[in-house]
């Protein structure tokens, strides 16, 4: 199919009419449907992009069709990547499939970040085509609304392209932890700059109001993940504790209040179970005080609210990063996790596909259809406000064309430079500047490609030889030899001295750039002082940074967090504390200019 199909249902009934208010053609849909209908509408699961049967031999996920037709289910989250014209029809034979359902309620693809400049494995599984910008922190350090809104509405084109209608992003949790995981998907730590950016990232995917051309997104992971106790994640076991020891909690708030007012239309919880404050000590999807209390109470959000995945599940084969992820209520039954999941006030069950649990529970009476129903409404809203009823298709030669465009590839690419933040740029023996550097210099590089400095300078094989070092870095982490876990970069954030040694002999011989990834705040240690030039990325390819690197464009960020100056700081700080860090090497809004 090289053309957008236009939708075969017929007006029969309100809910398939365009011209009946939303919440009318709500109640006519809730009032047709079956029982195994509604739970099937309440659970989002994951499945590999392009696969119609399953049969993924890497990642084991269930099969569309039998989610579908036999588990009546209509929104999956797509793992993975494949070409845009392919990922189109794969979209669109997912909706021929749902429309012959006896009521033909369309399918809603999500999907967790595509856009992003990664080296993480399992990010980069989702990267394929699409346009590459700087990670959110880099957003975050260039600091501006209008771009972070011009981003959201690029991923939108491309998302929608393919039949992307629902983004499980943006994360802003505030990175209050320096040691966490999961630093790199946030805007950092600053409670004003991640809300404002926030709205705009919303306005950027959804547009001013949810409709046709919207992508909904997902703001996560409410009430915030980033007090995580000794920067463990959530997804492990030994990770699931929240702690608090500065007792704020209302500041990790702040970001969802902007995102509500902005008018997410979704939220997800995340795993992490609050210890020592005044909620029950279960994971904040299970915990009824925070979702009904907080969210829905206090914060009057009236949305869909869907689990992060895997509550109730383990997944085979995955080691501790597959065991269901209920902390707190390991010793619940997966009915009973229901039944508490549905009592907290959430509606939709993340990468799960038991529905014939929850029939059953109504059944047994355990949980109420009322109950259901409130949740089924939720759902509808946003997939009426979406207008997938309408024309759930998507045109499979237009995707080929617009995922990845030029003008968009290179916005991205702008953006990585942009972002680039000047730490430290000590004057050379003539009194100028280290950067930008000077042509046709020879180069000793290390995590650099030969290539990336054709016309700018020749690599040579010493620091002996060379006139300037460029040496890209990564901010240190503790592997655990899990290749799962592994994905996570956790624990230290410090240079071995060994490896301060190594470096420094580098920077004694030749005066030496340092170009370090912060997906997490770095303590530099000596590196700071040694080298001549200290400049950080948030996701850059090799070209793009040399280009900056030589003055063929210039560093425009500001540092999205504080740099600690010791792992002694960093141990010492309050989790849940902004900026708590004593003596930082570099602080929050530091960056200088050429």
Partial sequence: MTTQDTTTATSAFPYQDVQVPVERRVEDLLSRMTLEDKAGVLFHTMVSAGDLEGTNPYVPLPAPRVLITERRMNHFAAFGATDPRAFAEWSNILQRMAAESPLGIPVTLSTDPRNHFTDNPLAVLFLGAFSVWPEPTGLAAIGSEELVEKFGDIARQEYTAVGLRSALHPQIDLSTEPRWGRISSTFGEDADLTSRLVAAYIRGFQGESLGSTSVATMPKHFPGGGPQKDGIDAHFPFGREQVYPGDNFDYHLEPFRAAIAAGAPQIMPYYGMPVGTEHEEVGFNFNKSVITGILRNQLGYDGLVCTDFTLLTDTPGMGEI????????????????????FDAGVDQLGGED???????????????????????????????????????????????????RADFVEAGRQAQQRALTLLTNEPTVDGSPTLPLRRDVRVYVEGLG??????????????????????????????TGDDLQDAFHQGTLEFTEDEQDRIAVI?????????????????????AT???AVIANYGIGDRALVEVLFGDGAPEGNLPFDLPSSMDAVLASRTDVPFDTADPTFRFGHGLRY
């Fill in 322 to 341: 597959g065991k269901a992820k209920g902390w707190g209520v390991e010793h619940l039954s997966r009915e009973e996790r229901i039944v508490k999941l």
């Fill in 354 to 404: 038991c529905t014939d649990l929850l029939v059953g529970l109504v059944r047994q009476g355990r949980i109420t259809e009322d109950r259901i129903d409130q949740s089924v409404r939720r759902v509808l809203r946003v997939k009426f406000s979406l207008g997938l009823f309408e024309n759930p298709f998507v045109d499979e030669d237009a995707a080929a064309s617009i995922v990845g």
């Fill in 450 to 479: 030969a290539d990336a400095l054709e016309g700018y300078g020749a690599v040579v094989g010493t620091p002996a030889e060379a006139d300037v070092a460029i040496l890209r870095l990564k901010t240190p982490w503790t592997p």
């Fill in 507 to 527: 920077c004694q011989a030749v005066p030496t750039v340092i170009d370090i990834h912060l997906e997490r705040p770095a303590v530099l240690g000596r590196l």
């Fill in 530 to 532: 040694e080298a001549n």
